[in-house]
């Protein structure tokens, strides 16, 4: 049965104390795997897709990493605005999206 | 551009009772999308729709029944609300494989 799961469910961070949210997966036909990101009371907000293993994509403070069977986000020096719930999702091989639950990052300033 | 928008934002139901959910996109996607989402749990497909006409069941279908009569409306129904109905639903639109996403409606079944 394919699954994503994501770790850790919270993270609470200091400003500029860098960390990294983890996706994991098991999913036959991986065709894709995609970072969203969704604040309080929103729709997802896409962020980046990463398609093979050893690919890597960058924008800000935000940069994710693909394995063949995880998918890193790092958060670099994050601010407060980078607050929010992350979401890991997969393209399986229907082409059909199954998402993980989500990690809430909270980061204080 | 106003990209996917839902109607309504939010909506109390009685148990028993219908209502349609509309999504609207504007940038001439093929494929639309329904999904709830629930706490603790990852968006969980409803049905989706690869084109004007066209419907097909997602993982979730059971209560639900949706149409694709214009290429830029997706519309979602429940015919007979139940309190397990009780969510927030999101729509999406591709072209294709990014999926965009509206604000949400809200849905409590009481």
């Known amino acids: 049965e394919d699954q994503v799961t994501q770790s850790p469910e919270a993270l609470r961070l200091q400003e500029g104390e860098s960390s990294s949210l983890n996706c994991s997966y098991t999913?036959?036909?991986?065709?894709?795997l995609f970072w969203y990101r969704q604040d309080p009371g929103k729709g997802p907000e896409f962020l980046f897709t990463?398609?093979?293993a050893g690919e890597e994509k960058e924008k800000e403070r935000l940069k994710a990493t693909l394995t063949k069977k995880e998918s890193f986000l790092h958060i670099t020096a994050p601010k407060p605005e980078d607050s929010a719930t992350y979401l890991c999702a997969v393209l399986r091989g229907d082409y059909k999206l199954s998402f993980g639950a989500g990690t809430t990052v909270t980061v204080r300033a | 551009n106003a990209g996917v928008t839902q109607t309504p934002k939010f909506r109390v139901l009685k148990t028993g009772q219908s209502m349609t959910l509309l999504c609207a996109q504007d940038m001439n996607h093929e494929y639309m999308y329904w999904y709830r989402q629930d706490p603790g749990m990852g968006l969980r497909l409803i049905h989706y729709?690869?084109?004007?006409?066209?419907?097909a069941k997602g993982e979730v279908p059971d209560g639900y029944n949706v149409s694709r009569l214009k290429k830029q409306n997706f519309l979602l129904g429940l015919e007979s609300a139940a309190p397990s109905q009780t969510s927030v639903y999101f729509c999406?639109?591709?072209?294709?494989?990014?999926?965009?996403f509206g604000p949400g409606t809200r849905l409590t079944v009481l």
């Open positions: 729709s690869v084109g004007e006409g066209t419907t």
């Open positions: 999406a639109s591709s072209y294709q494989a990014e999926q965009f």
């Open positions: 999913v036959s036909g991986l065709r894709g």
């Open positions: 990463l398609y093979s």
